[in-house]
C-alpha cells in the first residue's frame, strides 16, 4: 500500500528523514503522499535541490504501484567544473531531466538514501536489490 507514506530514494549530502522539500543538496526519485496531491496523484516525482530553498520538482509518468520492481537510474553531466543536468531514468526510459541551477554542487558530497517512512501505524517496506555507483 502506497497511501500515507513518504518514499526517497537517490543522493542527498544528509539524511532527509521527514523532510518533503528538504533545503538540501539532493537528487532523488520521491513520492510523498501528503505533498504530492496535484492532478497526478500516484506517479513518482524528480527531485533536485542547490540546499538554497525549495526543490525543483518533476511529476513523471511512472506510477507508484505496490510490488512492482523499479529499475531507477539518476545521471548527472556536467563540465568538470559544475553539473549541468541530471537525467532520471526507470528500465533505461528517461523520466525527466532536470536543467536548471537547482541542482547540487559538484563539490558537495553526496551518499544514497533510501527510504520509505510510514505516516501512519501501518508499517511500509520497500527492498532494495542493488545500489551501483559509476564515475566517469
Known sequence: DTNKCRYWIGLTSAPLKAQGDPALHVAAFRYVTNLDTTASVGYWRTYTNDGSGAGTVTIT??????????????????????????????????????????????????GY?????????????????????ESR
Do not use: E, W
Request: net charge positive; hydrophobic share 35%.
Open 61 to 110: 509518468t511512472l506510477p507508484v504501484t505496490p510490488n512492482r520492481r523499479y529499475s531507477f537510474k539518476i545521471a548527472t553531466y556536467g563540465n568538470g567544473a559544475t553539473i549541468d543536468s541530471i537525467v532520471f531514468y526507470n528500465n533505461g526510459i528517461r523520466l525527466s531531466n532536470h536543467n536548471t541551477t537547482n541542482l547540487p554542487a559538484l563539490t558537495t558530497g553526496l
Open 113 to 133: 538514501y533510501c527510504m520509505v517512512q510510514t505516516r501512519t501505524t501501518v508499517a511500509r517496506n520497500i527492498r532494495i536489490k542493488k545500489i551501483h555507483f
